[in-house]
T-cell receptor, first 113, second 115 residues
Framework: GESVGLHLPTLSVQEGDNSIINCAYS??????FIWYKQESGKGPQFIID?????DKRQGQRVTVLLNKTVKHLSLQIAATQPGDSAVYFC????????????FGAGTRLFVKA | GAVVSQHPSWVICKSGTSVKIECRSL??????MFWYRQFPKQSLMLMAT?????????EQGVEKDKFLINHASLTLSTLTVTSAHPEDSSFYIC???????????FGPGTRLTVT
């Protein structure tokens, strides 16, 4: 079945530095990948997504990289700000999962001022 | 656009009682709605998927008679936790998607505390 894992449970970065959050997945049939940000007591907030026919997508201060060969997904946040402090989840969808969104374990990002 | 709301945002109930949580898509028709549960410091676990007008499909290990899901219209789904127990205390989050589209829009969540 599909599973999603994260390499690090917590990440601490200095304000202004770049952050990289990694995610590994197991099922090669996954074809849609999403990064969510969740602040305490709130629902997940969409950050950026990428389809399996792409290997990079950029948004405002965020970039998602997809390496299908090694089944690895990463989220890069440029010039990290205190407001970026939250838990970040990678998630994926694919036909093998019945088009359900499967969430990874989450990485807590701490931004030090 | 694509706003999903939940009501209530938090609820406290006594053990043995039932509580209903509403999930609404405010500006779009949600043909599919999903219900998740999230325990502290854990990820979101999918409980069930419901399509408008159909019975919900529950994930393995989720009791369908305890967590009643109704998706009677294209803008409203409800989750009723029946005979709630303290171990049902959790953060319940719904999400909704349009027909044929991958994007899911999440609600703000409902904090349930069973005393």
């Amino acid at each position: 079945g599909e599973s999603v894992g994260l390499h690090l449970p917590t990440l601490s970065v200095q304000e202004g530095d770049n952050s990289i959050i990694n995610c590994a997945y197991s099922n090669s049939a996954s074809d849609y990948f999403i990064w969510y940000k969740q602040e305490s007591g709130k629902g997940p907030q969409f950050i950026i997504d990428i389809r399996s026919n792409m290997d990079k997508r950029q948004g405002q201060r965020v970039t998602v990289l997809l390496n299908k060969t090694v089944k690895h997904l990463s989220l890069q946040i440029a010039a990290t700000q205190p407001g970026d402090s939250a838990v970040y989840f990678c998630a994926l969808k694919g036909q093998a999962g019945g088009f359900k969104t499967i969430f990874g374990a989450g990485t807590r990002l701490f931004v030090k001022a | 656009g694509a706003v999903v709301s939940q009501h209530p945002s938090w609820v406290i109930c006594k053990s043995g009682t039932s509580v209903k949580i509403e999930c609404r898509s405010l500006d779009f028709q949600a043909t599919t709605m999903f219900w998740y549960r999230q325990f502290p410091k854990q990820s979101l676990m999918l409980m069930a998927t419901s399509n408008e007008g159909s019975k919900a499909t529950y994930e393995q290990g989720v009791e369908k008679d305890k967590f009643l899901i109704n998706h009677a219209s294209l803008t409203l789904s409800t989750l009723t936790v029946t005979s709630a127990h303290p171990e049902d205390s959790s953060f319940y989050i719904c999400s909704a998607s349009r027909r044929g589209l991958y994007e899911q829009y999440f609600g703000p969540g409902t904090r349930l505390t069973v005393t």
